[in-house]
């Protein structure tokens, strides 16, 4: 983390009696850690895992979609994904309401997720697991998906 500010701030602040210190300016073990996490990733070969787990998450939320009419276009790269959800397909309407009352019900079902909920970018899960993802969590995740997107769906439907 660092703050970025004028000489003026700078000065004021100084003449407040604000102190400013740093802890590990120069300081070689942040860099050394730093280079242990390199070589953990190298060694582990964890970008091609993330690629195959991506590869298998996202063929996974395809197969959902084939289920769920709300769930419109699928994207991303590795682990990283974005679901987008909507009205319909043909009009492609960002479906907020249903995202929220999903992202609410896959958290008390066990999977912590978040939507993007902003009018320019509609209403996209946002879907970032992390490296260490078995396929086996990840199909839990989806059955997760599944359950609470119907259940959430049935529940606009009847108009709870």
Known sequence: ?????????????????FNFYTSHVAD??????????????????????????GDYLRRQLEILAQRHEAIDDIRGDGLLVGVELVK???????????????????????????????????SVWRIAPPITVTRNEIDRAIAILDQALSESVDHLARGD
């Not at 983390?1 to 009696?17: F, L, M, Q, W």
């Not at 050394?32 to 195959?52: F, P, S, T, W, Y």
């Not at 043909?90 to 993007?116: K, Q």
């Open 28 to 53: 070689p073990m942040p860099a050394a850690v730093g280079l242990a996490v390199i070589d953990v990733i190298d060694k582990e070969n964890l970008r091609q895992r993330a690629l195959e787990q």
């Open 88 to 122: 319909d397909r043909d009009s492609r309407e960002p479906h907020h309401e249903l995202g929220a009352l999903t992202t609410s019900r896959c958290f008390e079902l066990g999977l912590s997720m978040n939507i993007r909920r902003r009018p320019e970018r509609g």
């Open 1 to 17: 983390a660092g703050v970025v500010t004028s000489d003026e701030i700078e000065d004021k602040a100084h003449s407040r009696g």
